[in-house]
Nanobody, 116 residues
Framework: QVQLVESGGGLVQPGGSLRLACAAS????????MGWFRQAPGKQRELVAR???????NYADSVKGRFTISRTNAKNTVYLQMNSLKPEDTAVYYC??????????WGQGTQVTVSL
């Protein structure tokens, strides 16, 4: 059974930082591309950042220079370090895993709220 379990969300003031983590089980984690997506109320889910099995990364333009995605294969965990948070970063953040053949899995999501 595949499980992706996110943690680290919460309420933070503008300019603050949060670190999200996603622990995976039931998949050969090291060969999966891992990603973070987010969905704000009334908006479509969008890609935030992605990291391949070869550690290549890409980011949404809106988070470049502020967010960093990383992975620790020994712990089957992917992270999203979020700095200089803005109110527009408020959303539910979802972990995603995609295999080489395109099969994908989602976590349950974690709420991030940026507000005074």
């Amino acid at each position: 059974q595949v499980q992706l379990v996110e943690s680290g969300g919460g309420l933070v003031q503008p300019g603050g930082s949060l670190r999200l983590a996603c622990a995976a089980s039931g998949i050969p984690f090291s060969i999966y591309t891992m990603g973070w997506f987010r969905q704000a109320p009334g908006k479509q889910r969008e890609l935030v950042a992605r990291i391949t099995s070869g550690y290549s990364t890409n980011y949404a333009d809106s988070v470049k220079g502020r967010f960093t995605i990383s992975r620790t294969n020994a712990k089957n965990t992917v992270y999203l370090q979020m700095n200089s948070l803005k109110p527009e970063d408020t959303a539910v953040y979802y972990c995603n895993a995609v295999s080489l053949v395109g099969s994908g899995f989602w976590g349950q999501g974690t709420q991030v709220t940026v507000s005074l």
